[in-house]
């Protein structure tokens, strides 16, 4: 348990200083201070993980600090593909049984999604994750962190999203506005009564994407949807009431109206690079891509059927399909979600990172135009570097897939 240092006189915090302050058992910190933080939760992937760490692990004499509060994801060579990928798993494999980590998730999605589906995030939680877009959830060797205090950025979004429009659309939005060095280490605060209607999974794209606007992390105060979320995923929560920010906290401020917000479409080769998407509308995509932490949760793939409902996929066009968890997958089985892709014309493919992080067999090719619900589009990183990915939300991907060009999902689901 950490005990936290009583103060007199405290200063306002922000969500992010409150969440740092407890892992350095301290009442308070200030913004640029370096704290050594006591890790809640640290996740590692195949890819990233026991092939990269072991080798550290074992120079420095030790071991992990403590198995429990470890888990192993394996997401970005699966399945199996060729002899290199097949060593990398194996050596997972046999790692986390001499750790004694029994919170392996093997081949059940990818990690920014596996752990908060399992219920292992809680509000004040500090986790750190080895992947870049860890700010969804969120030392193997001491169980602790350093960290410098970060500078918040509150972003608040008032009134409603138009129907069609996902959060998604917002993170492209927000990376065209504020740039990719947006955050400049900042941690990222969402907030407002567009926000709180988001489901879990869509507050999970802002967070997850945070990391494009390059924040430390990207932060959204609990409330009775998060309870909701984690009592129907097996877990129990403090209460939510610390885990706010004060309102006479020091952070950088930033309003939008969500009624105004288009779908919008980030150009090669970068999430920056968005505009409404009706200025793509003479894009033709041979590619078409659902896949991703950012792309593929059940929610997406319930938003991308919504609009496919009834629909056929253009002739000449691959959409291919990534569910990004199996419990999303299997529930999507149920609810008849898949059953409309596949009829539409969808390519089903495995549950992994795969063609978001170029692993795998189906990569782009020369000169091929893909559109993708991935987070990012930077060159080369989905097959040849000759290639163009454009970025959109699941909805605005699956209206492309009726038309055949970069279409504007709202035209099938009566919005003006």
């Known amino acids: 348990m950490i005990q936290l240092q009583n103060v007199k006189d405290s200063l306002p915090q922000t969500l992010a200083q409150k969440i740092i302050a407890r892992a350095a058992g301290k009442a308070e910190v200030e913004v640029g201070e370096i704290e050594i933080g006591s890790v809640d939760l640290a996740m590692i992937h ?50 986390v049984k001499k750790q004694g980590v029994t919170r392996f998730h093997d081949e059940e999605g990818i990690c920014h999604v596996v752990l908060p589906e399992n219920g292992y995030l809680k509000p004040g939680m500090f986790s750190v994750g080895g992947d870049s877009h860890s700010p969804t959830g969120g030392v193997l060797a ?8 970060p500078e918040t950025i509150r972003i608040e979004w008032e009134g409603t999203f138009q129907e069609g429009v996902m959060a998604k659309d917002v993170m492209l939005f927000l990376c065209g506005r504020l740039g990719m060095d947006g955050g400049r280490y900042q941690a990222v605060e969402y907030c407002g009564e567009a926000v709180s209607e988001l489901s879990m999974q869509e507050r999970m794209t802002l967070s997850n994407m945070s990391a494009e606007l390059g924040a430390q992390a990207g932060l959204i105060a609990p409330d009775a949807s998060t309870m909701k979320w984690l009592e129907d995923h097996g877990s129990e929560s403090d209460p939510v009431e610390p885990w706010q920010t004060d309102p006479d906290a ?3 401020y930033h309003r939008f109206d969500a009624d105004q917000l288009e779908p919008q479409v980030a150009a090669p080769h970068s999430p920056a690079n968005a505009a409404s998407v009706v200025e793509y509308n003479d894009i ?30 253009q002739s000449g066009i691959e959409f291919w399909v990534a569910p990004s968890s199996k419990r999303d997958f299997h529930e999507a089985r149920k609810e008849g979600v898949m059953k409309i892709l596949e009829d539409a014309g969808a390519k089903i493919l495995p549950t992994s990172c795969g063609l978001c992080a170029g692993y795998g067999p189906q990569r782009l090719g020369q000169g091929t135009v893909c559109l993708s619900s991935t987070a990012r589009n930077f060159k080369g990183r989905m097959g040849d570097e000759s290639s163009e990915v454009y970025l959109a939300s699941p909805m605005t991907v699956a209206s492309t897939a ?9 035209n099938f689901l009566g919005a003006s």
Do not use: M, Q
């Open 250 to 252: 020091d952070f950088e």
């Open 284 to 313: 033709h995509p041979d590619v078409l891509y659902l896949g991703a932490c950012t792309g593929a949760k059940l929610h997406d793939l319930r938003a991308a059927a919504s609009v496919l409902k009834e629909n056929r996929v």
């Open 142 to 149: 001491t169980g602790e962190i350093w960290i410098r205090v």
């Open 46 to 95: 195949d890819s990233g993980g026991p092939r990269r760490v072991a080798p550290i692990l074992e120079r420095l004499g030790v071991e992990v600090w403590d198995p429990e509060k470890l888990v192993v994801v394996t997401d970005h060579y699966v399945p199996v593909f060729d002899a290199e990928s097949r060593a990398i798993l194996d050596l997972a494999r046999d790692w």
């Open 402 to 410: 009726i038309t055949g060009y970069i279409s504007d999902p709202r």
